[in-house]
């Protein structure tokens, strides 16, 4: 259900070309024709401006999606190999490639379109597939983030303490339920 804009493989070489392996294109939403969609297309641009744009700002690698992202081959034949998750195998990728130090950028402007969910249920049922993936590589990494982190790995230590944090939604219920009490 993605759709890559025409200049997109363009701008993902171009970058493979700057000595990149590993690259994430801006994955933006297709369709905006419910309010479910129009409240996961606002998550997205809100992970594109934070978890990505904002990660290389700081010097960061940009976090992965799932989507819209590109490998050097072989790098992402031998990781793929090592990985055997049915749901969350972008987390998992994701760690593995952080673990070994290795960069992740973000093309702004490669665009990919992504179809976004229209149904509460699907969404719910997402989101929920999402956070179980989020606590399994958090148990999973957890005291290997700490000891790499005092080994200078700090892209992979800021990928396994950003599973600490709760998603969003839950975040704004807990500051409304907080602020109520």
Do not use: C
Request: hydrophobic content about 45%; cysteine-free; aromatic content about 12%.
């Amino acid at each position: 259900d993605n759709i890559m804009a025409a200049d997109f493989i363009t701008k993902v070489n171009a970058t493979f070309d700057l000595g990149y392996r590993v690259v994430q294109g801006h994955r933006t939403a297709k369709n905006t024709n419910s309010p479910t969609a129009i409240l996961d297309a606002i998550s997205e641009e809100i992970n594109n401006h934070i978890l990505r744009k904002g990660h290389r700002a700081l010097g960061l690698s940009s976090a992965l999606i799932g989507s819209g992202m590109a490998f050097e081959y072989q790098l992402f034949k031998n990781v793929m190999e090592q990985i055997n998750a049915i749901g969350g195998f972008d987390k998992e990728l994701e760690m593995r490639l952080l673990k070994q130090g290795i960069e992740f950028d973000y093309i702004d402007d490669a665009i990919v379109y992504d179809e976004k969910v229209q149904n509460e249920e699907v969404f719910e049922k997402q989101r929920t597939r999402w956070i179980a993936a989020q606590f399994k590589y958090l148990r999973q990494n957890f005291v290997s983030g700490i000891v790499y982190l005092f080994k200078g790995n700090v892209d992979y230590a800021n990928k396994v303490f950003q599973a600490l944090l709760p998603p969003r939604i839950i975040l704004l219920g807990m500051l409304m339920f907080f602020s109520f009490i």
